[in-house]
């Protein structure tokens, strides 16, 4: 997968939960996709930046589960 395209894929999941849910808390992620989204945002200003020892991604702190499929994203 081209480096553009699975940015495209998080922001637009990302704006999908920003729309579906009132008054999002977090985004929940699976581990290995979170580090995914580590290494192609992290020249960007939309990576995830660590505020106050906790993780945010679009302003979210960030809930790692490994319980979860590999390409989970979810806006809760």
Excluded: C, W
């Excluded at 580090?35 to 945010?56: D, Y």
Aim: aromatic letters at 10%.
């Amino acid at each position: 997968m081209s480096q553009e395209f699975f940015r495209e894929k998080i922001i637009a999941a990302m704006l999908y939960g920003f729309r579906a849910i009132k008054n999002p808390k977090t985004v929940t992620v699976h581990p290995e996709l979170m580090a995914q989204i580590r290494a192609q945002f992290k020249q960007t200003q939309l990576a995830p930046k660590n505020i106050g020892g906790t993780e945010m991604f679009f302003g979210l702190p960030v809930t790692e589960d490994p319980t979860k499929p590999k390409d989970h994203l979810a806006v809760a």
